[in-house]
T-cell receptor
Framework: GNSVTQMEGPVTLSEEAFLTINCTYT??????LFWYVQYPGEGLQLLLK?????DKGSNKGFEATYRKETTSFHLEKGSVQVSDSAVYFCALRGANAGKSTFGDGTTLTVKP | KAGVTQTPRYLIKTRGQQVTLSCSPI?????VSWYQQTPGQGLQFLFEYFSETQRNKGNFPGRFSGRQFSNSRSEMNVSTLELGDSALYLC??????????????FGPGTRLLVL
């Protein structure tokens, strides 16, 4: 079945540092890949997505590229802010469109 | 457009009781999926409803059930509650018509505490 492996956290960075959160997946066919963010006490918000190989998703300074050859979708941001502190989830959706498969989540804390 | 809404936001129940959670999807969306989020198991898929029919199901016991109404609102029911059912229950909506390329939009969740 489908699975997502995410970089273990927590991750603590200083403001303006570079962020990378690794995500690799196992899936049959050609899944779509997503990054969601969850702030304390809230649900999941879509951060970005990519639907086919070599697509780059981007939003609010975050980027991730769908790499089929390495089955990866790593999240990056050039300069993090305190407000980026949250839990980040990598997810995929395959042919079973009603179901998303999630990684375990990575907690990011950005210190001023 | 209004987002996905879930009610209630918080619930406290005791073991053995049952509970019903409600989810109203984004207007025009016909697919509603439910997920359970716990610190130990992460986000796990419960089931998906599309046009009032259960289309997909995860690996949860029969105590977990759901339904969808003609206006696409969905309810999830858990009977004979156990301590391990304490979790954040999230619902997500999408049009349900496209392939896996479309985004699922999540509600704020219902936090259930079983004592």
């Amino acid at each position: 079945g489908n699975s997502v492996t995410q970089m273990e956290g927590p991750v603590t960075l200083s403001e303006e540092a570079f962020l990378t959160i690794n995500c690799t997946y196992t899936a049959t066919g050609y899944p779509s890949l997503f990054w969601y963010v969850q702030y304390p006490g809230e649900g999941l918000q879509l951060l970005l997505k990519a639907t086919k190989a070599d697509d780059k998703g981007s939003n609010k300074g975050f980027e991730a590229t769908y790499r089929k050859e390495t089955t990866s979708f790593h999240l990056e941001k050039g300069s993090v802010q305190v407000s980026d502190s949250a839990v980040y989830f990598c997810a995929l959706r395959g042919a079973n469109a009603g179901k998303s498969t999630f990684g375990d989540g990575t907690t990011l804390t950005v210190k001023p | 457009k209004a987002g996905v809404t879930q009610t209630p936001r918080y619930l406290i129940k005791t073991r053995g009781q049952q509970v019903t959670l409600s989810c109203s999807p984004i207007s025009g969306h016909r697919s509603v999926s439910w997920y359970q989020q716990t610190p130990g198991q992460g986000l796990q898929f419960l089931f998906e409803y599309f046009s009032e029919t259960q289309r997909n199901k995860g690996n949860f016991p029969g105590r977990f059930s759901g339904r969808q109404f003609s206006n696409s609102r969905s309810e999830m029911n858990v009977s004979t509650l156990e301590l391990g059912d304490s979790a954040l229950y999230l619902c997500a909506s999408s049009s349900g018509l496209a392939s896996g390329q479309e985004t699922q939009y999540f509600g704020p969740g219902t936090r259930l505490l079983v004592l």
